[in-house]
C-alpha cells in the first residue's frame, strides 16, 4: 500500500511538472514572439531614419543614437537565436514548408546581416559621409555623381538597398511565426 501511494505521488509530481513545463515552454514562445514583434517596429522605425543621409549623419555623430541602434540590432539577434531555437525544436515534428522556409530565412538573416557585418556596413557608410563632408566645398557646385548631392544620393541608395533587405526579410520572419501559431 505504501509503495502505491509513492508511485501515485512520485507520478503526480511528474506530472505536474510536465505540465508546469509546457505552459513555460509556451509562455516563452509567446514572449519571444512578443518581443520579437516590438523589435521588428522598432527597427522599422530605425530604419526609416537610417535610410536618409540625415540618419546616418545622426548615428556617425550621436553617440547616444549609435548606442541605441546597436542594442537593438543586439536584442534583434538575440531574440532572433532564441527564435530560430524554439522553431528547429518544432521542426523535429512538423516538416511543414512554412517553418522549413521561416528556419532558411532566419539562418540567412543570421550569417548575412548579422550585427557584425551590419555594423561595419555602416561603419563604412559613415567613412564615406566623412569624405563626402570633408570635400563639401570642391563639390558643392558640381552637377552629376561628382556633386555633393550626388554623392549624398548615391551613399543614401547604397545604404537604404541594405537596410531596406534587412526590414524585408525581418518582416517576412515576422509573418511566418504568425502563421506557425507559436503565441
Not at 134 to 162: C, F, P, W
Amino acid at each position: 500500500m505504501k509503495l502505491r501511494i509513492v508511485q501515485l505521488t512520485l507520478i503526480s509530481i511528474l506530472a505536474s511538472a510536465c505540465i508546469t513545463g509546457l505552459s513555460a515552454q509556451s509562455t516563452d514562445s509567446v514572449s519571444i514572439v512578443k518581443k520579437f514583434d516590438e523589435l521588428v517596429l522598432k527597427w522599422d522605425l530605425l530604419a526609416v531614419e537610417l535610410g536618409k543621409y540625415e540618419g546616418l549623419d545622426k548615428y556617425c555623430t550621436d553617440k547616444p543614437f549609435q548606442d541605441n541602434v546597436i542594442k537593438t540590432l543586439e536584442e534583434i539577434h538575440h531574440y532572433d537565436t532564441l527564435l530560430y531555437q524554439t522553431l528547429a525544436k518544432k521542426a523535429r515534428y512538423d516538416k511543414s514548408s512554412e517553418l522549413k522556409k521561416t528556419l532558411k530565412q532566419i539562418e540567412e538573416f543570421e550569417t548575412e546581416f548579422k550585427g557584425p557585418s551590419f555594423l561595419k556596413k555602416l561603419h563604412d557608410e559613415c567613412v564615406g559621409r566623412r569624405e563626402i563632408e570633408k570635400d563639401y566645398k570642391e563639390t558643392r557646385n558640381d552637377i552629376g555623381m561628382n556633386s555633393y548631392d550626388g554623392q549624398v544620393l548615391v551613399l543614401e541608395a547604397d545604404l537604404n538597398k541594405y537596410i531596406q533587405h534587412i526590414t524585408k526579410l525581418m518582416d517576412h520572419i515576422e509573418e511566418h511565426i504568425h502563421h506557425l501559431h507559436l503565441e
